[in-house]
């Protein structure tokens, strides 16, 4: 069974980038994967942020394609996200994800999700 895991700080200030890291383990190292990043705001919704296939390929949500970037390491079992200038707005749950499609409702593998608070 596959395992995703996010890390990273869990406060950012104001202006600052978030980055965090999602290391895959176990047996969901598939070429036909996107590698995803989601978040959930406290009583909103899921938004999907972005994703990154095995090539390197990525694709971003128009709302914040401006400020995101996606990225995964050599060895295949970490990719990372980074959104910069945060501000209080962009306090969420954060989740990473695996699936056959660009969306969340594609997403076939899980994190547990981590929260990320903007404030200073």
């Known amino acids: 069974q596959g395992q995703l895991q996010e890390s990273g700080p869990d406060l950012v200030k104001p202006s600052e980038t978030l980055s965090l890291t999602c290391t895959v383990s176990?047996?969901?190292?598939?070429?036909?994967?996107?590698w995803t990043w989601i978040r959930r705001p406290p009583g909103k919704g899921q938004e999907w942020m972005g994703a990154?296939?095995?090539?390197?390929?990525?694709w971003y949500n128009p709302s914040l394609k401006s400020r995101t970037f996606i990225s995964r390491d050599t060895s295949g079992n970490k990719f990372s996200l980074q959104l910069s200038s945060v501000t209080p707005e962009d306090t969420s749950v954060y989740y990473c994800a695996a699936g056959s499609g660009l969306g969340c409702e594609f997403m076939e593998y899980w994190g547990k999700g981590t929260l990320v608070t903007v404030s200073s």
């Open positions: 990154i296939a095995n090539d390197g390929s990525t």
């Open positions: 176990g047996s969901i190292t598939t070429n036909y994967y996107y």
